[in-house]
């Protein structure tokens, strides 16, 4: 079974940085992709980034420039490096991993970006 456990998760202000690990109960490699989500309240779950088994990576828009998902394969982890938050980066953040046509998901970690 699949585990997927989430830490770093905290309260920052505008402008910090936050560093999201999600260590893997196996390699990482046994994936398609792994990535992070985040779900803000009334709104849906949305992708933030995503790294594939090549390397390749995937941002959406609101954050290119400012977050940075990268892997250590050692320690089964991927992490999510976030700069220059905003208080709209606030929200749960979820470490997702693909393999073939399953999803699995972590049990998040919430985000908080005071003015």
């Known amino acids: 079974q699949v585990q997927l456990v989430e830490s770093g998760g905290g309260l920052v202000q505008a402008g910090g940085s936050l560093r999201l690990s999600c260590a893997a109960s196996?390699?990482?490699?046994?994936?398609?992709?792994m990535g992070w989500y985040r779900q803000a309240p009334g709104k849906q779950r949305e992708l933030v980034a995503q790294?594939?088994?090549?390397?390749?990576?995937n941002y959406a828009d609101s954050v290119k420039g400012r977050f940075a998902i990268f892997r250590d394969s050692a320690k089964n982890t991927v992490y999510l490096q976030m700069n220059s938050l905003k208080p709209e980066d606030t929200a749960a953040y979820y470490c997702?991993?693909?393999?073939?046509?399953?999803?699995?998901w972590g049990q998040g970690t919430q985000v908080t970006v005071s003015s």
């Open positions: 997702a991993a693909d393999r073939v046509q399953t999803r699995y």
């Open positions: 196996g390699s990482i490699f046994s994936f398609n992709a």
């Open positions: 790294i594939f088994s090549g390397g390749s990576t």
